[in-house]
């Protein structure tokens, strides 16, 4: 426990010490931000034409100016925003190590191996949590200020838990853009996996089998696309499990066992 | 005996490239072992073995009487390294890197830190960010990480690497005193010869992925070769006296060169003769080759 209790305080100090903590913060909380202006503009659009805030050729058929709209604005930010942000924070955690050349200093301690990694996870899932955490109540904050109408406890609770579950979802995923950033040795083969999964899946859904592709399921889970939003079931949440200790599995069998050649 | 280091018959490959071959290495404890050989000669892939953090194609490694594994396993509480080029955490200050070294090496005693950046000089540089450190600082952060849990057994990468002269007789200065004090073995692999020669109580040499030559360093000191060196005025005159006199002499430069025990043990006799040519020498002396001559010549490199 000693041990993982270093490696997460080294991890952590790492993090705390980088600009990309603020980096990520500031990117994340532009969706509460962009959230809450669409409430304005929903809630009275010819007053934001005449402010010059929408063109006036805008289309404004989708969505209402309520908080279950608001709040499913944020889930589906996470879901779609959080697969690139997240997997942004995952290729940096494992990906800096070999980007700086510290990887090589990691491999021959009395410190096990898998217990950085597992704390290099831990941070992640840390990180991403409080992300989540963030624009959740910075939402709560901005939805407030906006003054948009239909706010109930209950219906805040829905909207925590399903702004969670998606949060979750995503970031059940990012261990093959850990295993990405550790086999590639750095930052390019996790961006390029994340890009690539991200194209998969848009596919995937088009051809109505989303719900049995992992990097496809937050999304759907969110309602993005109300259409295939009925098609996830248990197997959809299973499947991201498997992908999440398949990935988990790989990375820490790399780091455990692949030659450290460079 | 058990040895600080052991490998038998180790031996690395990467596709067709044979990185290491069929090495076996003894290094005994409290030994400073110097390790040289060229460019891609396979130093640090033997180092990465040694640590680890590369799995042997065929052969095993031993540590301090523990075999070493590719999974991490080996006796690392009490080894110290540096592999390569040193690395750190650039947007960490100097201390927050060895902080994070010592928690990970599990050492309670918080002084440890402060105790290694006094003992490398780098307590001006404590608080400063690494990334923002010379060439040689980042050097001393380097040693500083492997001597930071004060560990029996030290392998090092060439680890005069980048320091200046008063830093490189500093460290030089610092590895034996752990060696000849402590007991501390150390494994060094370095180009600067002079400095393996100084410091190397033992040496072996590694050549195409091969150990070809594994001596202590005062046999080193009997088999290295002897030449008498020889200017004069009249260089021809002086060759063709000698000559004449039965000597095979070879030119070097501006310079006759001897190797003959005859004229190695009696260089007055040379003189005389030379004298009696009317060709005095200007400069008569018996030179041995240092220790990057024989590397030189044992390699290949140089006849």
């Known amino acids: 426990m000693n041990a993982f209790l270093a490696a997460l305080w080294a991890e952590t100090l790492k993090a705390r010490r980088s600009k990309i903590t603020l980096l990520t913060a500031v990117g994340f909380l532009l969706l509460p931000f962009a959230g809450g202006l669409f409430m304005i503009i929903l809630k009275n659009p010819a007053q934001a034409r005449a402010m010059g805030l929408i063109s006036t050729k805008a289309q404004l058929t989708a969505g209402v100016a309520d908080w279950p709209s608001f709040f499913g604005m944020l889930s589906q930010g996470i879901a779609a925003g959080g697969a690139i942000l997240f997997a942004l924070i995952t290729a940096w955690v494992f990906g800096r190590e070999f980007s700086d050349h510290t990887a090589k200093e990691l491999l021959a301690l009395p410190t096990p191996r898998w217990v950085i990694v597992g704390a290099k996870f831990v941070l992640t899932a840390l990180w991403i949590l409080g992300l989540t955490l963030l624009i959740f109540v910075v939402g709560l904050g901005i939805g407030t200020a906006v003054d948009i109408p239909g706010w109930s406890l209950e219906l805040e609770w829905t909207s925590f838990w399903s702004v969670l579950v998606t949060a979750l979802l995503t970031f059940m995923l990012m261990p093959f853009v850990a295993l990405f950033a550790s086999s590639g040795r750095g930052y390019l083969p996790p961006l390029g996996w994340t890009i690539l999964a991200l194209v998969f899946a848009n596919i995937v859904s088009l051809l109505g089998w989303g719900d049995w592709f992992p990097w496809a399921i937050p999304v759907l889970v969110s309602g993005m696309v109300k259409s295939h939003a009925d098609q996830v079931g248990l197997h959809s949440y299973l499947v991201v499990l498997v992908a999440f200790f398949v990935g988990v599995a790989a990375t820490f069998a790399w780091w455990q066992s692949a030659d450290q050649a460079r | ?303």
């Open chain 2, 1 to 303: 005996m058990k040895f600080a280091i052991e490998t038998n018959g180790l031996s690395k490959s990467y596709g067709q490239v044979r990185a290491v071959d069929s090495v076996n290495l003894r290094v005994g404890p409290g030994e400073i072992y110097g390790f040289i050989g060229l460019n891609g000669a396979g130093k640090t892939t033997t180092i990465r073995a040694l640590l680890g953090m590369i799995r042997p194609s065929v052969g095993s490694v031993k540590v301090l009487g523990q075999a070493v594994g590719p999974n991490g396993h080996g006796p690392w509480r009490q080894v110290g390294h540096l592999v390569e080029r040193p690395a750190a955490y650039p947007e960490l200050t100097v201390r927050e890197n060895l902080e994070i070294a010592r928690r990970l090496h599990g050492i309670s005693d918080k002084s440890a830190t402060s105790h290694v950046i006094e003992r490398l000089g780098l307590a001006s540089y404590a608080d400063r960010k690494a990334g923002t450190l010379s060439t040689g600082n980042f050097q001393r952060l380097g040693l500083a990480r492997a001597l930071l849990h004060a560990p029996e057994l030290l392998i090092l990468d060439e680890p005069a690497n980048g320091l200046d002269p008063a830093g490189v007789v500093e460290i030089r200065e610092l590895l034996a005193g752990l060696a000849h004090e402590k007991g501390v073995t150390v494994f060094m692999s370095s180009h600067i010869l002079t400095e393996v020669d100084r410091l190397a109580t033992r040496i072996g040499i590694i050549h195409e992925g091969r150990l070809i030559e594994e001596l202590e360093a005062e046999k080193l000191e009997e088999i290295r070769s002897r030449r008498l060196e020889i200017k004069a005025r009249n260089l021809q005159a002086a060759q063709s006296a000698l000559t004449q006199a039965g000597f095979a002499v070879k030119t070097s430069e501006s310079t006759l060169v001897l190797r003959e025990a005859r004229a190695l043990d009696a260089p007055d006799e040379v003189a005389t003769l030379l004298v009696n040519a009317g060709t005095p020498p200007t400069r008569l002396a018996v030179e041995q080759e240092d220790l990057e001559e024989y590397f030189l010549r044992l390699t290949g490199e140089k006849e």
